[in-house]
Every structure is written in C-alpha cells, then in structure tokens.
C-alpha cells in the first residue's frame, strides 16, 4: 500500500463529474490498484475514489487514473508532504460472529427463504474488495448478492452498495440486484436501502434453526 499526504485538488470525470478543490489529503494506492481520497474527517469513506480494475498513470504533479469504461480520477498534486509505501501482506479477512455466520450457513443450505425457485451459486463469492457472503440466482435466473448482517446498519447498505457496483461491471453477471438481510434492520440503513432498489429482509434466527419444520415461515 502507498500513502501520501499532499496538498492537492481532484477531479471525477465519467457518469458524474466532481470536484475537490485545493486541500490537504491522504492519498491511499492499494495492491488491487484502486486509488482512494481520504480527508481528515468522515469517517472511513473516501471522498472519491477509483475501483479496481483501474490503472494509474503518475504524471509530475499529476495522477491520472482511469477504469475501462472511460471514467477517470484525475489528481493535481501541488505539494507532498509524506510518500511512503508498505507490505501489508494477505489480509485473513473478516471473521464473523458466530451468529452471522450460521446465518450465512443457514440461507445457504435454505436459498429458497429468498423466494421459490431460487439457487445458490456461491458462499463468499468474490470481489476486488471482499467477498459477498451469498451470490444467488432468483426464479428468473437473475444473479442477486446477498449481505448477511446481525444488526442492519447504514455501514452494512453501503458495503452492500460497492459489492454490487464491482459485480454490475461484469458483464457475465450483471444485472447483479442486492437483498440486506439482517435479524434487525434500522430505519435508516432500511431507507438507504430502498432508495438504491436493495431489497431488505428481517431475519429470525430461532426460526431459521428450525428450518426443517414444515410450519417455517421467514416473517
């Protein structure tokens, strides 16, 4: 991983345009080649940011990184202050809880709580930036990612939100649709949820253990 902290300014240029004027920022290049735009608040969201596969052309004061269809990350840098770089290794991954990863365990073996006539293709299908806990195909054979959660929160709808922006470029997948499913979901994580077309569903532990009874209901 490379970090630098410069005093640049950072422009978007592809289905939206954007613009950061002149500031200080941390400047994150990873392994897979994503570029992303930290400031000093926020949280852990970058304020732009460049998803793999992209490729960057380092320019003297200037980066330009670019994906495949087109768009590009373009940063004017005026100063550096700190360039440094680092071996991180291979990350284990997230370790679950061990409610959330029987759950994943259970929807697994038991797809069709989604819908009938759905199937599983893969647990823990893989992208650039983890993986989604289920990829699964509903009745009319469309592909659907699924992220299991115990408690539904608005971290969880935007994980959800850059797995399916990954997977939607693929063109052997898309459209890949998203369900969050959690056992409690938040009013707020639910509407961010719907305002992206990402279908929610509450979950009931005890009654998904009894899955093998013919009186299962999922609500």
Not at 108 to 123: D, K, P, Q
Not at 137 to 151: H, P
Request: proline content about 5%; glycine content about 8%.
């Amino acid at each position: 991983m490379r970090l630098v902290v410069a005093r640049c300014s950072v422009d978007y240029i592809g289905r939206l345009t954007a613009h950061l004027p002149l500031a200080t920022r941390l400047l994150m290049v990873k392994a897979d080649n994503s570029v992303l735009v930290h400031s000093d608040g926020g949280s852990y969201k970058p304020l732009n940011w460049m998803s793999p596969p992209c490729w960057m052309v380092e320019e003297p004061g200037r980066w330009v990184v670019e994906n495949k269809a087109g768009e590009q990350l373009l940063i004017t840098i005026h100063e550096v202050l700190h360039d440094s770089r680092h071996e991180l290794g291979i990350d284990p991954g997230l370790v679950k809880d061990g409610v959330e990863a029987h759950l994943q365990a259970l929807l697994a073996e038991h797809v069709a709580t989604f819908g009938e006539g759905w199937s599983l293709v893969r647990r823990e299908y893989p992208t650039p930036i983890g993986p989604v806990d289920l990829m699964c195909r509903d009745a009319a054979g469309g592909c659907v990612a699924v992220e299991i959660k115990r408690r539904g929160e608005i971290d969880g709808v935007e994980q959800l939100t850059r797995y399916l922006e990954l997977l939607n470029r693929d063109p052997l997948l898309a459209p890949v649709s998203g369900i969050f499913a959690a056992q409690q979901i938040k009013p707020q994580a639910r509407t961010l949820a719907q305002d992206r077309g990402i279908r929610c569903v509450v979950l009931d532990y005890d009654l998904l253990r009894g899955l093998d009874s013919a009186d299962f209901r999922l609500f």
